[in-house]
């Protein structure tokens, strides 16, 4: 049963409103998507937390400056202040409660900040992104490889006609409204928004030399997906960092049903706990 504590950490003149769950040295650190909270679609952090916390780590999960119930100007919040809340969680998990090897886990932009402040953090561990998006900068290449919102589109038309999906959506188990929203918006905002998505540095190449892993999940149907996943991995290779891939076949961007949140989180506490 996960037992955590409320916290705020103080950054400035805000703070930063946090739970953790006081396990051993190496600690596990889970970060929201771009709009998300510390709890996550369908409370997914959470979950994963409490799993985490059940296989030994420190877990912390904490809201971005802005989000949830820290404080800050929501407008004002970027990918790198994003990276900068995240160094500054791992920094107190470090000075205040001797965690000596950090994990980051994250969900969609959770999985850029992850990337972001791994090279800024000396003790950090292995990186776990689920459904990670490609970097502004590499939107273009990764778009290239992966698949067209006109095909997406014809394979939503494809389930449509098929008896299963008839069946889920009398069980309740079809997520039509996320599927709606996945064609019809935009992900990266407006001008303004891919603006704060963009990151001042080179988050890559600053993460040359990582020695930890990179693992990554994805759902076959993120239409994300396949693209992310042929630049993560072909980045990966050539820079010689080491990391396993996990497809949960069907599931979408953020992993909606009880079955496939369980399967994020069981191959997470797998792959951490391997170490």
């Not at 809201?63 to 995240?86: C, E, K, N, Q, Y």
Request: with cysteine; aromatic share 8%; net charge neutral.
């Amino acid at each position: 049963m996960l037992t955590e504590t409320p916290h705020v950490i103080p950054v400035g003149e805000d703070r930063l409103v946090a739970d953790l769950h006081r396990g051993g040295p190496e600690g596990a650190i889970m970060l929201a998507g771009w709009g998300g909270t510390r709890y996550g679609p369908q409370r997914i952090l959470w979950q994963a937390a409490s799993a985490l916390a059940g296989a030994g780590f420190t877990t912390l999960r904490f809201d971005f400056h802005g989000r949830g119930d820290s404080t800050g100007d929501a407008t004002a919040l970027s990918l790198d202040g994003m990276v900068a809340d995240t160094v500054t969680a791992a920094k107190w998990l470090h000075d205040e409660h001797g965690v000596t090897k950090v994990h980051l886990v994250g969900l969609c932009s959770g999985g850029n900040v992850a990337l972001g402040a791994a090279s800024q953090i000396p003790w950090a561990g292995d990186l776990v992104c689920w459904s990670l998006l490609p970097l502004m900068e590499h939107k273009a290449q990764a778009v290239r490889q992966g698949t067209s919102r006109n095909a997406m589109l014809k394979g939503y038309i494809r389930k449509a006609l098929r008896t299963e999906t008839w069946a889920k959506l009398l069980r309740g188990e079809a997520n039509v409204k996320g599927a709606m929203k996945t064609l019809a918006k935009d992900k990266e905002g407006d001008e303004e928004e891919r603006r704060r998505k963009t990151s001042a540095r080179d988050i890559l190449a600053d993460l040359a030399g990582f020695k930890g892993n990179l693992h990554l999940i994805f759902g076959s149907a993120d239409p994300e997906a396949a693209g992310s996943q042929a630049f993560f991995e072909a980045w990966r290779q050539k820079q010689g960092i080491t990391g396993n891939t996990r497809i949960i076949p069907g599931a979408p961007h953020n992993y909606y049903t009880a079955r496939w949140t369980a399967e994020v989180i069981a191959q997470t506490v797998e792959w951490l706990g391997d170490i």
